[in-house]
């Protein structure tokens, strides 16, 4: 099936830190990849839609500045949290869309992201 | 935002029993998704329903689909222990290829 691989795991820095997730789709192509931001005992919720070779599209209320998307490959897609501080920790997930069936989006594992 | 409800928020059944979950949504879909997490984990996709099926089993998975009261149900029959976990819907608000939008989630306690 398709796999999709996030790393690293678990990230503990300190404050001011930059931190960049990686987001891969092992053995499919994926145009489109989503993050998702995730607290403790809580769903999930949209950040934002990557999209290959574009700009990613931030939902309301995320700072594009401080949490930087880049898709520069079909199967690589980046989420940078610059200059992070403690109020940015939490569990963050990737989703990736096999083309061209769309659904169901295939998740990485998580990274659990914890700033001091 | 969240697009609907998950009910009970919490599960707590013996090995064995039947564990039934329901989730609303608000807009008009595709189709829905239901997913599993363990604790700390990613999720794993357990079964689709499209907007024009009401019902589709997988396993021991049984999901039901009520457009009309823009509902849905998950039912785990002969529980284990390894299916204590947290159970999310997810719905693509009618549009296919967008991003998931999920409800609160129902965390499931089997005990054996």
């Known amino acids: 099936g398709a796999v999709v691989s996030q790393h690293p795991s678990w990230v503990i820095c300190k404050s001011g830190t930059s931190v960049k997730i990686e987001c891969r789709s092992l053995?499919?192509?994926?145009?489109?990849m989503f993050w998702y931001r995730q607290f403790p005992k809580q769903s999930l919720m949209l950040m934002a839609t990557?999209?290959?070779?574009?700009?990613?599209?931030?939902e309301q209320g995320v700072e594009k500045d401080k949490f930087l998307i880049n898709h520069a490959s079909l199967t690589l897609s980046t989420l940078t949290v610059t200059s992070a501080h403690p109020e940015d920790s939490s569990f963050y997930i990737c989703?990736?869309?096999?083309?061209?069936?769309?659904?169901?989006?295939?998740f990485g594992d998580g990274t659990r992201l914890s700033i001091l | 935002s969240q697009q609907g409800e998950e009910d009970p928020q919490a599960l707590s059944i013996q090995e064995g029993e039947n564990a039934t979950m329901n989730c609303s949504y608000k807009?008009?879909?595709?189709?829905l998704q239901w997913y599993r997490q363990n604790s700390g984990r990613g999720l794993v996709h357990l079964i689709l329903?499209?907007?024009?099926?009401r019902e589709k089993h997988s396993g021991r998975l049984r999901v039901t689909l009520d457009t009309s009261k823009k509902s849905s149900s998950l039912l785990i029959t002969a529980s284990r222990a390894a299916d204590t976990a947290s159970y999310f819907c997810?719905?693509?608000?009618?549009?296919?290829?967008?991003?998931?939008?999920f409800g609160k989630g129902t965390t499931l306690s089997v005990s054996s």
């Open positions: 989703s990736a869309i096999r083309q061209p069936m769309g659904q169901p989006q295939h």
């Open positions: 053995d499919f192509q994926a145009t489109t």
């Open positions: 990557s999209n290959e070779g574009s700009k990613a599209t931030y």
């Open positions: 807009t008009s879909i595709n189709n």
């Open positions: 329903i499209r907007s024009n099926e």
């Open positions: 997810a719905t693509d608000a009618g549009q296919a290829g967008t991003a998931l939008i």
